[in-house]
């Protein structure tokens, strides 16, 4: 059973930048995709962005030329890294990792951006 332990999460002033990590507790290569999705209160979860094994990105509008996504894979790790960051990015981030079959997720870290 594969655990996701996401950090980095915290409170900032709007315009500041956070990076979140997601620590593997296995090997990051056996998935296919590995992904941040946020959740903010009484909204949807959405994709923030996603990786894939061959390092394709995607990113959702809200968050493009802002946000960037990567993975290390010799530390079992994917990183967002949030910048220019806005009070609408305020929600709880979560780590998401797949392969065929089976879905992981975190337990989540809060992002709160207000001045």
């Known amino acids: 059973q594969v655990q996701l332990v996401e950090s980095g999460g915290g409170l900032v002033q709007p315009g500041g930048s956070l990076r979140l990590s997601c620590a593997a507790s296995?090997?990051?290569?056996?998935?296919?995709?590995m992904g941040w999705y946020r959740q903010a209160p009484g909204k949807q979860r959405e994709l923030v962005a996603h990786?894939?094994?061959?390092?394709?990105?995607n990113f959702a509008d809200s968050v493009k030329g802002r946000f960037t996504i990567s993975r290390d894979i010799a530390k079992n790790t994917v990183y967002l890294q949030m910048n220019s960051l806005k009070p609408e990015d305020t929600a709880v981030y979560y780590c998401?990792?797949?392969?065929?079959?089976?879905?992981?997720w975190g337990q989540g870290t809060q992002v709160t951006v207000s001045s």
């Open positions: 998401n990792a797949a392969k065929i079959g089976t879905i992981y």
């Open positions: 296995g090997s990051i290569s056996s998935f296919y995709v």
């Open positions: 990786i894939t094994s061959t390092e394709y990105t």
